[in-house]
């Protein structure tokens, strides 16, 4: 049951980006035309599992406490053998979910923009998988944030199994991931502006919402109170 790696962009989740059409200061730069970074619908990956008393749907209690399972949220389990790719850690969190879906970097990973990895600027640390709750009791926890935010129907949709908001809300609370702290100087401003900059021309690249989009998306939803 292990998971087969699939494409990740390891190396392309931080400025400078020159062949992303930015350049720092903000200087343009044409794009070849036959660049991409967009990724299919994941597929082949392995989904959690609750206990099973019989062993046939899932692990037993005594098994999920064995070796060769490995528990991926609450209540869930998956063989200890399956691969951690960014798009198994995601689809893992995702099977809390209820009424809520997965958004951020994550959502953006799922409909198809390679450039979100799902690390850190260190390019080895894993960011935490994000979920707005909506009216699910989601328990915080390793490997995932969880937002307590009301989901509009409308912004969610099934994808490949895994429930995701469209992506113009996936863009604005990835672009709300980088603002700073209250109190923060003006140095981690400016450098949030460039960190949010380059994930909304990502996205875009990848053609994963648009810029046009975005700002139909945000003017359908004034007066909608966001947390």
Do not use: I, N
């Amino acid at each position: 049951h292990s998971t087969p790696a699939l494409p990740t962009c390891g190396v392309l989740h931080r400025p400078p980006c020159p062949w992303l059409g930015l350049q720092p200061g903000g200087q343009a730069q044409q794009v070849p035309a036959d660049f991409t970074l967009q990724l299919p619908v994941p597929r082949d990956l392995v989904v959690p599992r609750p206990v099973d008393p019989r062993g046939r749907q899932g692990p037993t209690r005594g098994q999920a406490r064995g070796s060769q399972w490995r528990r991926c949220a609450p209540g869930l389990y998956v063989p200890a053998a399956t691969a951690t790719t960014v798009e198994q850690r995601v689809l893992e969190q995702s099977a809390r979910l209820g009424t809520g879906a997965v958004t951020g970097w994550a959502a953006l990973r799922w409909w198809g923009a390679a450039f979100f990895d799902g690390l850190a600027p260190d390019g080895r640390t894993p960011l935490p998988v994000p979920l707005l709750a909506g009216t699910d009791r989601l328990r915080p926890g390793a490997g995932v944030v969880v937002q307590r935010a009301r989901v509009a129907p409308a912004d969610v949709v099934l994808r490949g199994g895994v429930r995701v908001v469209g992506a113009q809300r996936a863009l604005l609370d990835e672009a709300r991931r980088h603002v700073p702290a209250p109190g923060t100087g003006l140095e981690a401003w400016e450098e949030a502006l460039d960190e949010a900059a380059v994930s909304l021309s990502m996205a875009f690249g990848a053609r994963v919402g648009s810029a046009a989009g975005l700002r139909d998306w945000l003017g359908s939803r004034r007066g909608v109170r966001h947390k």
